[in-house]
């Protein structure tokens, strides 16, 4: 490498951190200390996406207490534009105000609340993934500047039982979207994981696929958004012929599916599978498909 010039040898680097930060993490740490002009090439790549799990809680409160560990916190924050997060304590561990330049974030609205609240008049989130949200009502309480930023949210649709949502959107599908889109000006991606298993509802999974398919025909009026996309996870894609049956009839070029044959059996699993996809790089943008991609199958096949 000393015989390289130096252009050349950063542009290795860099591919090389880019390629493996999500398959081989520790390799990538590992070049970063080999030198500290390395090291700088390399840590806006390395901590770029952070995902906090009980496993770094140590190290969090290492730097709550450590002055020279709290310097090393405000150096390595200042790279870091996407942030995973489902734990309310871990998420106090840190000071907020250093991720400044958090552009994406997987969390709970709680959690997303109190960053958007720290980055003030700063903000620069534009694309958030919400483990569960009540909409509109959690999100009129975050601060306007952070709602007009935001372009892209996926949360998971608020189901018949999840936080007493549901009655509101299956009622008026249209209030609710009205005055969702109002909070949200700059709005263009909308995506729903929609997970069935509440089995004190009964007959909910029908009434909850009528619900679903009124609530897409609400959406598609709106046309600023440029992508309306469904997560399918649990037995939501048993009834895939349905969902792709509601699709074709919309005609909406706009709508995108994606499968996730992960098994979700309780809310813990999907916490799971949001901080597994903010390791990975998965989201619904990247993984769902244009509705014209699905075919619809024979009448009577699930």
Known sequence: ?????????????????????????????????????????????????????????????????????????????????????????????????????????????????????????????????????????????????????????????????????????ARDPEDWMRRFMELLPALTHLGFSHINHDSEWENSAQLDMESFASFLRVLAGYQRLQVIAVRMVTDSIIRLGQWVQIGHELSEERLHFCIDDREVNEWADEISSMVDDAQTGRSIWIEAKPIGTFEILPSGTT
Request: with cysteine.
């Open 1 to 169: 490498m000393e015989q390289l010039p130096s252009e050349l040898a950063v542009q290795i680097w860099q591919t090389a951190a880019y390629q493996f930060r999500f398959i081989d993490r520790g390799s990538v740490v590992n070049l970063a200390r080999t030198s500290s002009f390395v090291y700088d090439v390399i840590a806006p790549i390395l901590y770029e996406r952070i995902v906090l799990t009980l496993r770094v809680q140590d190290a969090l409160n290492a730097f709550m207490f450590d002055d020279d560990l709290r310097s090393l916190a405000t150096r390595v924050f200042r790279h870091t534009r996407f942030l995973c997060t489902t734990n309310s304590y871990l998420a106090r561990s840190i000071n907020m105000a250093l991720l400044v330049n958090v552009e994406i974030i997987h969390t709970t609205s709680n959690i997303c609340l109190t960053l958007a609240r720290a980055q003030g008049d700063r903000v620069v989130l534009h694309d958030v993934r919400l483990w569960a949200i009540n909409i509109p009502s959690e999100v009129s309480q975050f601060p306007p500047l952070a709602l007009a930023n935001i372009v892209k949210i996926h949360s998971i649709y608020p189901y018949a039982g999840s936080y007493g949502s549901y009655h509101s959107i």
